[in-house]
């Protein structure tokens, strides 16, 4: 065969396998896995290295306007598509789902316009949309959502908690209800927001508004009551549900109880769940709101849970939860150099740390293999968010979206030699081992040697087809 461009010597890893061959890849896709394969306008050799499918970060914010309600209203966010999509492949991720933001009052629809104008010329690689619902009104539910979901918008976000964002079980049902005649798969934030409040309350009352009673303010067991009513009302509803950024292990075994009742839940977490500590909020100077996200950080056995998990299969999806926002006045600090806790923009940027610390954390130390590493962060998003077989794997007539990786790479994470617009990284100082080398995005070099070769607008936009999540019918029964 005649192939565009052939990747030779290369060790390819899969969810599935883990095997020595070439790839062949013609107008952008991959056209033939074999040992030994000739001809290829292009070749790239990959001896020495590791062929795995790009990342896929599911969970991430760009350009996301804020509403009333959110902390520190106003906060801007630093990333939109462009120096997002750039931060994401650099680290080694070929597609990204940011969320598209339906406020009070506004038409989802509306919305999603908006939003394909914020993304339009700018990214660099493939890009879908979630849709979060913070206003499920009738014509939302009713006309709204099931033509979106028919559009290829089949994945929904709802929130517990926020102000701005809360919705009441009887919303959530509402929407799992849209969701389940649809066939759309539900993110939810669980944590309760009313305990959050109360709690916030009576340590502000006490002067207690350091960036590290935020992590007071958010105990573990609000997000385990939350998840429990979570998987409860997806039950109920009887649609599958994906429960977001589990911060330790309490959480994680309401996941464990559902599955155990044949339920489909699925679990997701981040590097900062497994890196950082409550502690890391503790820093001086205000330094420690750079590690505030909401759930926060915990502790070493929250830690040690969740990385139970991983190894132990409950865990399925790890994402970056980015969420790029800059220590100034316009970002974290927007409530003020020594605002309240409640006053400081929540989140953290990771779009370009999170596969380069999961592969030095876990496949370099032993915790996971490399076909689990490539099932966490790329397949299984491919397929919980209808993406898959197009995107997610190595496999002939999949896209060729391919991370070439140095497993020997070493690198101390320095903000200054990533990509994003954050003045910061929580995780400044790290030593990482394994990186991406040479990045394609359907079949075209994009990154190599710390070059950029793609440009804004070379990204594509990706309609979704219904989650695999719902290939498993015994755990989706409804009660209506």
């Known amino acids: 065969m005649n192939f565009d461009l052939v990747i030779s010597g290369g060790t390819i890893a899969t969810a599935a396998d883990v095997v020595k061959a070439d790839l062949g890849i013609t107008n952008g896709r991959i056209v033939a896995i074999a040992e030994k394969l000739s001809g290829g306008a292009q070749r790239i050799d990959a001896g020495g290295r590791l062929v795995l499918p790009g990342g896929i970060d599911a969970h991430c914010h760009l350009d996301q306007p804020q509403a009333p309600g959110l902390a520190a209203n106003g906060a801007v966010m630093a990333d939109g598509f462009r120096t997002g999509s750039i931060s994401a492949v650099f680290g080694g991720t070929t597609t990204i789902v940011p969320f598209c933001v339906q406020h009070r009052g506004q038409s989802v629809t509306a919305a999603v316009e908006d939003y394909h104008r914020r993304a339009q010329g700018q990214a660099v690689i493939d890009y879908a949309f979630h849709l979060i619902v913070s206003d499920p009104t009738p014509a939302v539910l009713g006309q709204e959502l099931p033509a979106l979901i028919r559009r290829g918008h089949t994945s929904l976000k709802v929130y517990m908690t926020y102000d701005a964002m809360v919705l009441s079980d009887r919303q959530i049902l509402d929407v799992f209800a849209t969701a389940r005649q649809e066939r759309a798969i539900v993110m939810i934030h669980a944590e309760n927001h009313e305990i959050i409040a109360w709690l916030a309350e009576k340590l502000e009352a006490q002067g207690r508004t350091a960036p590290s009673q935020h992590a007071v303010s958010r105990p573990l067991p609000i997000e385990r009551e939350a998840t429990h009513r979570a998987v409860t009302l997806a039950e109920v509803a009887g649609v599958p549900l994906v429960v977001v950024h589990i911060s330790g292990g309490e959480p994680l075994d309401e996941v464990r109880r559902a599955r155990a009742r044949g339920l489909t839940v699925i679990a997701e977490t981040c590097p900062q769940y497994l890196l950082l500590t409550e502690h890391d909020l503790e820093a001086p100077d205000m330094e420690g709101a750079k590690a505030m996200c909401s759930p926060p950080p915990r502790d070493t056995a929250a830690q040690a849970a969740l990385w139970r998990g991983i190894e132990d299969g409950t865990v399925d999806i790890i994402n970056s939860d980015h969420a790029p926002y800059r220590f100034d006045r ?45 099932a966490l962060t790329s397949t299984n998003n491919a397929k919980f968010y209808g993406l898959h077989p197009r995107k997610g794997t190595i496999a002939v007539g999949a896209d060729a979206d391919i991370a070439i990786w140095d497993p020997e790479k070493r690198v101390t994470i320095r903000n200054e030699n990533l990509h994003h617009n954050v003045d910061y990284t929580p995780f400044e100082g790290m030593e990482v081992q394994g990186w991406p080398r040479t990045m394609l995005s359907r079949g075209r070099v994009v990154v190599d040697n710390g070059e950029l070769l793609a440009s804004p607008g070379d990204g594509q936009f990706l309609t979704q087809n219904t989650s695999s999540a719902w290939a498993n019918e015994r755990g989706i029964k409804s009660w209506i």
Do not use: H, Q, Y
């Open 330 to 374: 316009d970002g974290k600090l927007r409530g003020g150099m020594n605002a309240p806790f409640r006053k400081v923009a929540n989140g953290i940027p990771g779009l370009e740390t999170r596969l380069p610390l999961l592969f030095s954390e876990g496949v370099i130390k032993g915790r996971i293999d490399l076909s689990r590493f490539v």
